[in-house]
């Protein structure tokens, strides 16, 4: 696959089939994550695999407790916007979001494959997050769909408590990566153009140039 297929189709991938994920994908997932960047190559992260029915099944309750606090605070005043005029795109585009999340919550639990990180010292997450990103453009180069989560932080000793985190070593959980073979297609992610939201030289600076269309696009049999 060209490498701006992946760049530009890499989405959050919620809807998927329960069909494991071979040992050889997973490979590529965690040995790509591992190539990623960190502060002074400190590496120092954690990843921990997730396929086991009887961890999912107690963790699938903390996420779901996760999103509610989640929809109850941050996410309030957007679900109440977009009841209040439900017509409104933006709105439309919110409750499209709105039932994704809400539908990777309820199937937490089948998902096949689970990919948490853990930082050490680094709370900020800047140097674990480009290994997540990493492993998931890996998985989309293999067929295989995924969606980062990081909520699981309104609940974080429960979630370290399942996972058998060790009180030492100052781990921060920063994701969660869920894998899966798409039920849908893939598609160029939709997003606020670039030049509108960059500038060059100074903040409001003139950038020079437009992007009104992705430079890649995904030619469609
Ligand atoms: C830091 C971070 C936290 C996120 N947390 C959640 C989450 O709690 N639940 C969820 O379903 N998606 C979560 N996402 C996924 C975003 O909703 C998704 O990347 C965004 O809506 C763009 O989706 P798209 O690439 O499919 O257009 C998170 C993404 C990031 C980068």
Redesign the pocket.
């Known amino acids: 696959m060209e490498a701006y297929e992946a760049l530009y189709t890499?989405?959050?991938?919620?809807r998927v089939k329960p069909d494991p994920i071979p040992e050889e994908v997973q490979k590529r997932i965690l040995d790509t994550a591992i190539r990623a960047p960190s502060g002074g190559n400190s590496q120092g992260w954690r990843f921990l695999l997730v396929d086991d029915p009887e961890v999912k099944a107690r963790l699938g309750p903390i996420y779901r407790a996760?999103?509610e606090t989640?929809w109850n605070t941050i996410y309030k005043p957007r679900i109440d916007a977009a009841k209040a005029s439900p017509d409104d795109p933006e709105s439309i585009e919110f409750m499209k979001?709105f039932r994704?999340?809400s539908h990777?919550?309820d199937h937490f639990e089948e998902y096949p494959l689970l990919l948490f990180g853990f930082s050490q010292f680094d709370t900020s997450?800047g140097s674990i997050?480009p290994a997540l990103w990493n492993g998931m453009l890996a998985a989309r180069v293999e067929g295989v769909g995924s969606?980062?989560?990081?909520?699981f932080q309104f609940r974080v000793d429960e979630l370290k408590a399942v996972l058998g985190v060790p009180d030492e070593g100052h781990w921060n959980f920063a994701?969660c990566v869920t894998f899966g073979y798409p039920t849908g297609r893939w598609g160029v992610?939709?997003?606020r153009p670039a030049h509108e939201v960059s500038f060059r030289n100074a903040w409001d600076g003139e950038l020079g140039f437009e992007i009104p269309e992705p430079l890649w696009t995904m030619e469609r049999d």
Do not use: D, W
């Open positions: 890499t989405r959050a991938m919620r996760c999103m989640l979001l994704s999340a990777l919550a997450g997050f969606s980062l989560t990081s909520v994701g992610a939709p997003r």
